[in-house]
Structures are given as structure tokens and as C-alpha cells.
């Protein structure tokens, strides 16, 4: 039945993507509060729900309070009436979720990305994947809805293509349709969007759709980013800004940033930044275990330096505390303009040792000017997987929820 709520015509149809919704939202929620939700009498709202209960869309949770009768039924949405891929590609890592309707992961698997790793090569692995985690927990293919995929890269949607995806450590990426040739290989909707997009949603539905509807993810990871849902809705840019977070100014006079603006956040507080500056201080003679793991300075790649911080390596653990206080900078800034009541903090740093939790100081005792401001910089749940999730949840999204313009 999900698969019916897109392109609606019918008011029926409708009204039972509506109540599937708030169910999903809600839930476990009694017939009364929908009622009320919806401005349905209790007789058309039980109708409708006997229906989706039919269907296997929506199940009793079996919480409900007697209070003194029968006990009512609390409705919740089926997680297992379909299933859901999430996916993500990175230059470091491909991510490939196996989701129910909670969108709790049932199954991970990554592909570390080396020189092997053409845009075809990862496509097939995708695949393939699919194919072995349907298998391995006896779904049947029709009841995957979809194919959802995250990058952190700039897209073209119209074309399902990445723009500029230079830093892929393997060719043949340029001009490839991700969409058609995912559509072609699994035979099911593709979804495609940009990897900050996907991971504030996720958090959103996951963990705080209940407490707030005015949210702010940002990531430190190869770019910094940031994506935000207001009034309890994603927004999004078809100039396709989200990296413009990075390109906050934090120094006037400091570092030459990519985009040939100095000071930018970007040439402090990203990944690229922190390798540039651990080499740097490496050939002026600053001591890292580093040294000893290549034979020339210059192969220091990304998983050196996370790895060093693993091990806390002195210069490592220097240089990221460094880019930390910069990206308290830019936080701060970032939360005087939009004042969200939540800003989740996600990306490959925030899991490893020191830059969260330095970021945060430096951030809060820059907005101790206003103590009454009461903002939560919390850690992302679910760092490694956070964009595969919401690729999943976008998927479910586009069957269930009101189509964003």
C-alpha cells in the first residue's frame, strides 16, 4: 500500500498517507489523539486505521494504559512491512545500510576505497550487496522500497551525477548517472542527495522530531558543512550551498582556502587542512609516530592521521585541537544567525579523540554573552552511518511524507 501514496489523486488515499504519517511521528499513539490530529470523527479515523492495520502497515504496540476498561489500542507503524538500502559514498568509505521502517540498521557493510575503486567497480559493489543482504535475511525483493544514496560531494540531481569528484582515489566517476545505472542494476527507485541533507534528517526522525523542529547538522569531514530543518522541514538549495558553512571566514588574514578566499573555516578545520598542516609541521621537525608508517611524508594520507589520533599522537593531537578551535569559531557564529534549538555535530572527526569536545568549549564560551541562551551542541548517535540512515529515510520519505518544492 505504501507504494500507492505517491502521485495521489483519491482524498482516501490521502487521508491514509496522513494518519500513516503521524503514526509514524507519534507512535505509539490511541485512535482519540489522531482524531484530534487530524479533525477526522473517531468513526472515520478507526475505519481508516483498520485499514492500514489490514494492509500490515500499522500494528498495536500493546503499551496501552487501562484506566479501569479495556485497555485501548496504541498504534505504531509496522517495521517490517517493508524494508529500506541506504547508502553512502565517500572517497574514504561506501556505506551500505540494510533499514527497517524505525529505520534501525539490520545490516552494515563498507568498501574502504582505494585505487580499485571506479564509479563502477562501487556502483556493482552496491549491488551486489544488495542482492547478498536480501538473501541473508530472507526479504523478498519486492519488499525493498528503494534505494536511497548520499554523498558528500556536490550533485546534480536533474543528471544523478557528482560534480567535481576529484578526490576519488580511483577514475570514472565524471558524468556518471549513479541513479540510472543503480535503476538498471537493482531494478528499483533510486533516490540521490546531498550527504548533510541526509544526516540532519535522519537525526531529525531518529531522535528529535518530538522535541524540536528547528535543527542545525553540521560536519567536519573533507569539507565542512551544514544543513538545517526549520519549522520541521528540510531545507534545501538547488544552488547547492551546503559546503558554504566552510567558507565562513574565521581569520581574516589567515590560511589561503581552495576557493581563494583567506581564512576560511575550510583551511583551519577539514580533513584536507589537518593533513596539510601535520605535513607541514612534520618537515619543520615536529616528532609524530607518523614518520615511521611512510617512507616519504607526502604519502601521509587521512587514515594516518585518525589512526595517530587513536594513539595519541602528540603533532596529531595538536593539529586537530587546533582545527577544533576554529570550528568552535565558525559554531558559534553559525548559531548566532540561525539560533536553533539543537545543533548535532556529525563527520569522521567528531567519533575520534579531542575535536568534539574542544569544539563545543570554544563555541560556549563564545555565546556566554547571552546566558540565557539555551542551544544543545550535542554529538551525532550514529557518526559512521548517520547518511546511509537518512538515505534510508528518504526513500520512506518519498512515499509518506509531503514533497518538499
Known sequence: MLKQFVGLTSKKEKSLQLLYSLIRKQGPVRVKTLSELTGYKHATCARLLDELVKAGLVQDSGVGESSGGRKPLMYVINPDAYYLIGVEITNLYTTVLLLNLNLHILSTEKLKMDSHCTGEYTLDYVSQTVDGLLVQHNIPREKMLGIGVGVIDPIDQEQGVILNPHLFPADGWDQLNIVDYLKQKNQTLVLLENGTNLAALAEYRNNYWKETDNLVFVSSDMGIRCSMIQQGRLVTNQKEMADAFGHMIVDLHGHQCSCGSYGCLQAYSSLPAIRDEVIRRIKRGQLSILKEKVNNVEEIDFFHILEGLEQEDSLCLEVVKEAAYY??????????????????????????????EAATEIAQKRMMHYPNNSVQIIKSTTAYNIVAQGAGCMVLDYFTEEILP
Open 327 to 356: 570550528f568552535g569559531i565558525g559554531l558559534s557564529n553559525l548559531i548566532y544567525l540561525l539560533r536553533p534549538d539543537i545543533v548535532i555535530c556529525g563527520g569522521t572527526l567528531v567519533p575520534k579523540p579531542l575535536f568534539y
